[in-house]
C-alpha cells in the first residue's frame, strides 16, 4: 500500500457511485478528504432522472460536486461504473493529482482501485458497512460511514468494557496490531506510534475510526493487551504485554 500523503496543497480527486453511496455522509467525505490536500476535483455519476438520487440532488451544488449523467442503458443497467473508471484513469494521467477517493460501496471498484495504487497514487475509500471485502482492502485506507466516530471511549465503564472485549476479540484486529509493534519494536521491546501507524497504512486499508477511535493511540489505550508510555519528546510508545527485552 501507498503512504498516507498529507500536504495541504497537493491536489485531490473525488469520484462518488451515488447509486452505491450515502447523501447524509457527503460532509464526513470531504472533510476526511480535506486532511490530504485541496478537494479540486468532485464528481457524482448515475442517472440523475432516478427518484432514487433525489436525495443527492439537495447536496451537489451546496458542496461543489459536479454531477455526471448516465442513463440506463437497458432496465436495471447503467454505464455509471464505467463513466466513472474512465473518469479516473484520464484524471490520473491528465492531472497532477496524489490521492483519488471512491464514494461506493460496490466490489466492481476493486480492480480500479488496485490499478491506481500500481501508479503510486493512494486511494480513500469511501462506503457502507456492506462493502466487500475485496474493496475494502484493495484500498490504501477505507473508512465505513455508518461509524459513529467519537473523540475518546464512553465513560461509562460498564461500556468501555464491552467495547475493550469486543476489540480484544477480533483476531484480524489484534493480529495486525501485534505484527505491527514487533516489526518496530526496540532491544527494550517498545515500539514508536508513528512507526506502528505507518507500518500498517502501508500493509492494509486500516482506520481506526472503524472501530470507534479518532486516533490510533486511542484504540492501543482502549485494549488493555499493550502497554503504553509518553516519552522522547511527548510521542507515544508502545509495547507488548508481558515482552521481554531482544536478546543481543
Known sequence: MTKRIQDPN?????????D???ASSISLVLSDM????V???RRAYGNWKSPHLQSWEAVLHENAIQPIQQFDLIKGKNASDMALAIDVMDVLYLKNVHTIGLMSSDCDFTPLATRVLSDGVQVIGYGEKKTPQPFVRSCSRFLLLEKEITNQPSNDEKCLFK???????????????REAVSAHEEEDGWAHLGR????????DSFDSRN????KLSELFLAIDLFETKIASGNHLWVKHKR?????V
Request: with cysteine; aromatic share 8%.
Open 10 to 18: 497537493q491536489q485531490i480527486a473525488l469520484f462518488i457511485d451515488a
Open 20 to 22: 452505491n453511496a450515502p
Open 34 to 37: 480535506a486532511r490530504y490536500g
Open 39 to 41: 478537494v479540486s476535483i
Open 163 to 177: 467495547t475493550q472485549d469486543k476489540l480484544k476479540c477480533d483476531t484480524k484486529l489484534i493480529n495486525l496490531l
Open 196 to 203: 506502528i501507524g505507518s507500518h500498517i497504512s502501508n500493509h
Open 211 to 214: 472501530y470507534g477511535y479518532k
Open 243 to 247: 515482552s521481554h527485552p531482544k536478546k
